[in-house]
């Protein structure tokens, strides 16, 4: 690497290379990978408990058990000088970190392992039941949300009308309204999707309202002398100008989404993947509730990806290269259909 | 471009009035032409956050006639671009109207065409949608209909091979022909240029401008060019709108005797010099600049002279 490259790394605003890139991408999951690892697996290193393989003369443990390390310590050391046996066995982090191999181990298995009570969903069953909740609730706020959003941005009247009083629910907490959606909605999914439409709609609004106003207003003003009404400047200049970072804005609305879904579940009758969470915190089975959070992160997180991935393919005047991978199947099949053709054409002729 | 001629007291130029017979037979067919723009005692005044009434535009009033090529130029402040922006209908005047073929004007509109100094072509579009898109808003044209005759604009400007391109894929240059092709597209009566080529570099300027006049000399259109750039002026104008500043008011409206069709190389001829000349004493007024000594001390080394 040349001088220049490395002092790269600490000037603002430096441009990366792919692959240096990719390599951070890599160690910002690594780093705190290792750190838990670190701790997990280095003796010395917290470990506050004490797994007792030999209770000795000790009353107050049993072999097996997790005891307090310093405690443990402490009543060895009169011990010995009693000239009694002290209690020995291996350090121990206390039952609630989990190490990350156990954690591995219930991720893989998570799906297969079926819960401990018969009437109680499974892994993939309470997740698939979070995600269809956030869906509907996502699904709801944006189909209103949205337009008036852009509708905010682009009409100062309509901004003036709505906006004060968004901006004043907005500070309402959204789970503050869990009673009286459980009042008005029952206890099943629909007050859970009405808290996420609560806590996502206001946000959505004003977030969105934002972002069409910094459209660049010289765009208007050349539609204008090209003839385009006020519903043209709306229609064909607003919303496309506007609709690239909206989509942005969608993707960190999802992840707002999620945080309300966490109390959401706890309404009315408790569901989803909260529900399983805190199942497997009863059973102290905290490799599974670990396993489920680092399930929620990964869904997110690929979803994410795909949103990413499909905005580059939606929207094709971002792109650099000529071709997204949605154009590149289509012609990839395009071309397999004609060659197919000509193969056709060609036996055709033969016989 | 030439900033500095050399041009001693004792060269003897022409006065810029004087045109040879042919150049003046051409003003004089020109002003027998229809009056197609017609600014009448236009003013502009806004006022500042400290309250105070700054006058933009003072009463100022011009005509340009059918297929003028009409340049407008003046100091910084001068409200040059504020007259464009006064014409195209964007933001309203203080006073004064402005007629397009004998009809007040009010609003934006497509009759008139802008050109503006940023390039604002539609990211999202292609260049074709780009310059189709007039047509379809405004003459409310089927899609295939705009788009025959929107590859037809495109062939004018010599872009038909980036059609389906879109703006980021462009180089300055060639966003604004595209910007010029979707303008003369929608056939406005005149097409108004806000410094244009202003963001682009010395050759391309160059370049631009001399497609400008091959496109001028083939489309019926009136063009309203407002620029900073004295050789852009007199090189491209027929006639020269100077305005004063502070408030903008019409100085002069200069007719440019450099015979057409224009070419870089009349960029040295003695007619060319004198309008030029005449420009610059009434833009830039030969004061005494003083240039103070700067305190400075020598930081080289004994004979390591540079001039």
């Given at each position: 690497m040349s001088s220049s490259a490395s002092s790269s790394?600490?000037?603002?605003l430096a441009g990366l290379s792919p692959t240096r890139a990719r390599r951070l991408w890599a160690l910002s999951f690594i780093l705190p990978i290792a750190l838990w690892c670190v701790v997990s697996y280095?003796?010395?290193?917290?470990?506050?408990m004490l797994r007792v393989s030999d209770a000795g003369d000790l009353d107050w443990v049993t072999v097996g058990e997790l005891a307090p390390r310093a405690d443990v310590e402490r009543d060895n050391r009169a011990l010995v000088a009693k000239g009694g046996h002290p209690a020995v066995g291996t350090p121990a982090n206390p039952p609630f970190l989990p190490a990350p191999h156990e954690v591995a181990r219930a991720l893989v298995t998570g799906f297969t392992t079926p819960p401990f009570r018969a009437d109680e969903p499974w892994l993939h069953q309470s997740l698939w039941h979070s995600v269809t909740v956030i869906f509907w609730g996502f699904l709801i706020s944006s189909v209103v949300g949205v337009p008036l959003g852009i509708l905010c941005g682009a009409l100062p009247a309509m901004a003036r009308l709505t906006e004060p009083f968004i901006e004043f629910f907005?500070?309402?907490?959204?789970?503050?309204?869990g009673a009286l959606a459980v009042a008005v909605?029952?206890?099943?999914d629909a007050p859970k999707i009405a808290i996420i439409v609560i806590g996502t709609f206001f946000q959505q609004v004003l977030v969105i309202a934002n972002t069409t106003r910094r459209i660049d207003p010289a765009l208007l003003e050349a539609a204008q002398t090209l003839g385009a009404s006020p519903r043209h400047l709306l229609w064909r200049v607003v919303v496309p100008g506007v609709i690239t970072e909206v989509y942005t804005d969608m993707r960190v609305l999802l992840g707002w989404a999620w945080t309300y879904l966490i109390v959401a579940e706890l309404i009315g009758v408790s569901s989803g993947i909260t529900f399983f969470i805190n199942q497997q915190a009863k059973y102290r089975a905290y490799d599974r509730v670990f396993a489920s959070i680092i399930v929620i992160g990964l869904v997110g997180l690929f979803t994410d990806l795909v949103l990413a991935s499909l905005g580059r393919q939606l929207f094709p005047?971002?792109?650099?290269?000529?071709?997204?991978w949605l154009s590149q199947a289509l012609a990839r099949r395009g071309r397999a259909a004609r060659a197919a053709e000509a193969v056709a054409a060609k036996e055709a002729a033969r016989a | 471009m030439i900033d500095m001629i050399e041009t001693p007291e004792t060269l003897s130029l022409p006065s810029y009035r004087e045109q040879e017979p042919r150049v003046a037979e051409r003003f004089a067919k020109l002003r027998q032409r229809p009056v197609i723009l017609d600014v009448q005692a236009l003013e502009k005044r806004f006022t500042t956050a400290d309250g105070e009434t700054v006058v933009?535009?003072?009463?100022v009033s011009f005509q340009a006639h059918r297929r003028e090529f009409l340049c407008v130029i003046g100091p910084s402040g001068c409200g040059k671009s504020t007259l464009a922006r006064l014409v195209a209908g964007l933001e309203p005047c203080s006073g004064g109207r402005v007629l397009l073929d004998g009809k007040p004007v009010d609003g934006p509109g497509s009759d008139r065409g802008m050109v503006f100094q940023?390039?604002?072509?539609?990211?999202?579009?292609t260049v074709l949608k780009n310059v189709m898109f007039g047509l379809e808003v405004?003459?409310?044209?089927s899609t295939s209909s705009a788009e025959q005759e929107a590859r037809q604009w495109l062939d004018l400007v010599g872009l038909s091979k980036f059609?389906?391109?879109?703006?980021?894929?462009?180089s300055g240059g060639m966003k604004q022909r595209v910007a010029i092709a979707r303008a003369l597209a929608n056939r406005p009566r005149i097409l108004l240029m806000d410094e244009?080529?202003?963001?682009?570099?010395a050759q391309t300027r160059a370049q631009m401008q001399s497609y400008l006049l091959q496109i001028w000399r083939e489309v019926d259109i009136t063009i309203v060019f407002i620029t900073h750039d004295l050789d852009e002026a007199v090189y491209l104008a027929d006639r020269i709108l100077i305005l004063d500043a502070h408030p903008g008011r019409v100085r002069e409206l200069m007719e440019v005797a450099?015979?057409?069709?224009?070419?870089?190389?009349?960029?040295?001829s003695p007619t060319f010099v004198a309008a030029r000349r005449h420009l610059e004493e009434l833009i830039?007024?030969?004061?005494?600049?003083a240039t103070e000594a700067l305190p400075l001390r020598r930081m080289t080394v004994v004979g390591d002279d540079v001039e």
């Open positions: 790394w600490f000037r603002p280095v003796p010395f290193v917290w470990h506050p907005r500070y309402l907490p959204a789970p503050a309204f909605l029952g206890i099943e005047w971002l792109r650099t290269s000529k071709r997204g | 933009a535009l003072d009463r940023g390039y604002t072509l539609f990211p999202w579009l405004s003459q409310g044209m059609a389906a391109s879109y703006p980021h894929e462009l244009p080529f202003g963001a682009l570099d450099v015979p057409r069709p224009r070419h870089p190389t009349q960029f040295l830039h007024p030969p004061v005494e600049v």
